[in-house]
Each structure stands twice: as C-alpha cells, then as structure tokens.
C-alpha cells in the first residue's frame, strides 16, 4: 500500500472518529407565569413555553441534551432530571447542594448526557414549592437502533403524568412550611394537567382497533401514592426507572411519588371511549381523576362504572415484589460491576437511615438520623471544588447507625462522604406511619429487600440477590424497611431525598459526596466555564483544572 494511500486512509478514520460524537439535541425554554387549571379553577403554574405540563424532552441514548432555560419567573430557579445519571457531571444536576440557581430574568444553559441509559424519566423545578405549580415534563430515553427492545415497536407512545394537587400556590404552601405548619392534604389529582370527573372533556388520546399503544406513566405528585387504571384494559409492564421488566399483566399499577411504568396497552376491547382512572392510596379520604382514551372509530361514551383501587399495604408490597428485572433484554446497564456480581461483592459499608418528625423551635421539621438538612447559601459542590467545605459544612455528622432518640433533631447541613468505587448497603427504616418513598440522584441502585419490621443483619437472608430492579427510587412502608445495593462509581456531589415535598422542604434529605482521589478527567469533569457561581466562592479565582 503507498504512503499516499495510507495517509488517505488516515484521514478517512480522523474524519469518521470527529464525526463519531454523540448527537446533540438543543431546546430552548421560556419559563413563565400563566393560568392553569387542573382541579376545573384558575390558578397560578409554571409553564414552559407555554405548556403545561411542560414540552417533552425526547432522546435517545448517548446523546447530548443541551437545554437553554430563560427564567421569566420572579423568583430563582433550577431543574433537576430526575433519574438521569449524569455520569461525571453532578454541575448539572440541578439541585440547591449542586448549582447556584438561575436568577428572574436571567437564563442558564444545561448541558448533560443521557448516557446509557433508556427508560421513562421527567423532569421538574426543584427550588423552594416550585413543584406544586407545575413546570414538569416528561424525559423519554429510547434504546439505540442497534440495540433490540424486548417487545415490537407500539403504534404510538404517550406520556401520563399523574399527580396529586394543591388549590394553594405554590408560594402560598411554601410559607405555611415556613411558619412551622404542615401543608395538609391534596385538593385532587390530576391527569397531565387536568382532570374530566365527569367525563365530559375531550379525550386524552386514541387508539387504533387491535393496535398496541406504550403508556409512560410517571407520578410527579407531591405526597401521595397513586393508582393507576385503565377501564377494561390490562398493562403489560415493560420498563421501569431504566430497566426493563418482566412482562407481567397487572389489573392496575401503584405509582409511588417520583416512580415511573412503562406499560403497553392492547386495543382490543369494544369500540367506544374508556377512563383512565387514578385515585390517592393510604388515604383516609381517595381523591380521584380521569381522563379518557378513545377508539378511533368509538362510538359510544365510557362507561360510569370505573374500575375499584385495591385496598390496603400488602397489596401494594406484593405487587412490589412482583417486580422482576428482565436479565434476557439488551439494554445499557447501569454500574455494571453491581448489575452482574454483586451477590460476590464484599459490602464495604452499611448505611441505616431512620426518618422522623419532631418540632424544632416550635416549627415542624423532618430528619434522617436525627438531622434536619439545611440548605447553605453556597451549593455544595462548589465550595467543596474550591477546597473550602470546611467553610460552610462538615462531612459525616450523622453516624452510619441512627441515634437512640430521634426525637432530639438537629438543624444543620447533612454531607456524607461515600469512598469512590465502594460497594455499599443502605438500610432505609421507616418507623412512621405513612409510606416513605426516596431517590438517590446520579445513581441507579437495587432494592434487594422490603419488608415489614425492623432491619437487623439476619436479615440479609432474606436478600433477593438474583433479579432485582436497578432503580433510582425505593419505597419503605410504613412500619418497615428497605435495603438496597450500590457501587459508589460516579463521582460528585448527589442528593438523597425523599420524595415527599413537604418532608424534603422541612429537611428529610442529605448529599453524599463522592470524591475521586485522582482528580482525574477520567472520573469527574471540570467546573463547567459557564456554570454560575454565587455565594462565597463567587469572586474567588477558579481552582485548577482536572488533568486527563
């Protein structure tokens, strides 16, 4: 081969590895002010570009998600996306512990990617209520081309968002928490924004005869459970938080806040419009919304009979349990080394976090271990990136054991340090109540066990350490308890909280902080050029940057 020949060559592959970067998807969102009206009246939401809920964010894996957020509000800003990892990129988290928000009448540009992973996300405004008036939105992560689903192609996709909802603004509720008070119950539920109790709105969707339909369904609620229904209508469950599923058919799917299904729904019933059903669980009071699907060539209305919630816990945990990951598909794996071996992996650590609720100073607060988390006026990450923590927080103030009492809560920034690429177990107990449901951002994990009473080593034994769901939320139950699994892999600063926004606000959340010893590239990428800087590190000269 000649030497001309073999530069050409060259080139050939410089050119295709140039061109080889993942593709980029670029939005742009104004965020504002605007009427809704969810439970049939008038109020203040959030709306973006003039949605609501907000516009979808449909991806694929790998790619490159760029969002240009002008903030249009009067009041500070940020978005989280929920379950997406954000593989050595906690900059763009979106969350008070990780980024300075984006002030009214400026705009902040995110830059992330979905890096493998698939699956039914959403995203939401995390600062203060702000959840309570909408700016939510669905996150779609399709699987690769190259890559086969376990199931064929659905006629359509549509996205069901469901929540609880408040009569009261979201500043309104944000002030009673303020003053000490708890913010009561829900005023309804709602579907994608709305909610047809008495059926007489147009229909949500269509469905062709015989045609299979896929139905992401996410609770983006505040506080309570759902269910979920679908008059005459089975679900075939295929994917949830990221991984897909055994194809099980439920009758119904309780939807703990901040969890979402993937379903596929089969046309195949008499030809007229059906409801879909949701209603609050664990309620003394069930608050319930429709909305109504049609059949294309439907000619009658739905029916007044709607399909009766189940009742009570053990339903629910069983159908927890029913859950099974399906090992067989091809799909992106999160933490790969845990996906595969993680029965073989020797627990470095265990974590057993206790939640409570307490008054502090005559005021409402929620703990974890004892310590109600405050948020500092710096984020954390970033006074931890300008060698300065020291100033503003401590690591580990909370023992890997909760105390004896806890009912003596503390008020204070909540940091855990987790060592880089450690295999850890956490044990959430739940000795309240009501039902506890938490996220972990920037990690997918495995719930390896849920059950009732109190966690002691023993009883590991009960572990299921075969087909467990990689997940990024867990449930504990009321009077119960949670393990999970997780290899600490992905560096930065990440928010474990509850989903229940009340608890959130009132402190039931920590950060865990995940340093790589290197300060490599290869780890962990650099403070972000545009990223906003506040607090005390606002006029600091910036840190050196990471190495390759």
């Not at 990892?85 to 990780?98: A, E, I, M, V």
């Not at 080394?337 to 057993?352: A, D, E, F, L, V």
């Not at 590239?521 to 800087?533: A, G, H, I, S, V």
């Amino acid at each position: 081969m000649g030497r001309g020949v073999v530069v050409a060559l060259m080139l050939c592959l410089m050119g295709a590895t140039v061109m080889g970067e993942d593709p980029y998807l670029y939005f742009t969102w104004n965020v504002t002010y605007g009427n809704i009206s969810p439970l049939g009246i008038n109020q203040q939401g959030i709306l973006i570009n003039g949605q609501f809920p907000g516009p979808e964010i449909n991806s694929t894996s790998n790619n490159n998600v760029v969002v240009n957020v002008f903030n249009n509000l009067d009041e500070p800003l940020l978005f989280t996306w929920h379950g997406v990892q954000q593989r050595k990129n906690s900059w763009q988290d979106g969350t008070l512990g990780t980024q300075c928000p984006i002030a009214p009448g400026t705009n902040y540009t995110y830059k992330f990617q979905v890096k493998d992973q698939i699956g039914s996300f959403f995203y939401y405004p995390t600062v203060g209520m702000q959840r309570a008036a909408g700016g939510f939105g669905g996150l779609r992560i399709n699987s690769r081309l190259l890559i086969p689903v376990p199931y064929a192609d659905p006629e359509d996709e549509y996205w069901v968002l469901i929540g609880d909802w408040y009569g009261k603004s979201h500043k309104t509720l944000q002030g009673l928490l303020d003053s000490g008070r708890p913010i009561g119950r829900p005023d309804g539920v709602h579907i994608n924004g709305k909610n047809d109790i008495d059926g007489t709105g147009k229909a949500l969707y269509t469905m062709k005869p015989g045609k299979t339909y896929k139905y992401r369904i996410c609770n983006v609620g505040l506080k309570d459970s759902l269910n979920f229904r679908i008059q005459g209508h089975p679900l075939k469950l295929v994917e949830t938080e990221g991984s897909h599923t055994v194809q099980n058919i439920y009758d119904s799917l309780d939807v703990h806040v901040g969890q979402c299904f993937s379903v596929l729904v089969t046309a195949d019933k008499e030809p007229k419009s059906y409801y879909m059903v949701v209603s609050t669980r664990f309620t003394k009071k069930v608050l319930t919304g429709k909305g109504i699907i049609s059949y294309t060539n439907g000619a009658g209305p739905a029916s007044p009979e709607i399909p009766v919630a189940p009742v009570g816990w053990a339903w629910s945990l069983n159908q927890f349990r029913s859950f099974r990951w399906n090992l067989t598909a091809s799909a992106a794996r999160p933490n790969p080394q845990g996906s595969y071996h993680y029965g073989q992996i020797n627990i470095t650590r265990t974590i057993k976090l206790v939640n409570s609720v307490s008054n502090v100073n005559g005021k409402l607060r929620y703990a974890i271990n004892g310590v109600s988390h405050v948020e500092s006026d710096t984020p954390l990450k970033l006074v931890e990136y300008y060698g300065i923590s020291d100033k503003v927080f401590k690591y580990n103030i909370i023992n890997d054991e909760p105390p004896t009492a806890l009912d003596n809560i503390k008020l204070a920034t909540n940091v855990l340090n987790a060592t880089f690429r450690t295999f850890i177990e956490i044990i959430f107990e739940n000795p309240t109540k009501t039902i506890q449901s938490y996220n972990l951002n920037g990690y997918s994990f495995f719930a390896v066990a849920v059950e009732p009473g109190t966690w002691t080593p023993e009883k590991r034994k009960n572990y299921n350490l075969l087909d467990a769901i990689s997940r990024h939320t867990v449930q504990v139950y009321p009077k119960s308890w949670a393990a999970i699994m997780l290899t600490f892999d992905n560096a930065g600063m990440w928010n474990l909280r509850s989903e229940n926004s009340e608890n959130r606000y009132l402190g039931q959340q920590l950060y865990i902080s995940v340093l790589s010893p290197e300060h490599s590239l290869r780890d962990e990428y650099n403070l972000p050029e545009t990223q906003l800087l506040c607090g005390i590190v606002k006029d600091l000269p910036k840190p050196p940057p990471y190495s390759t």
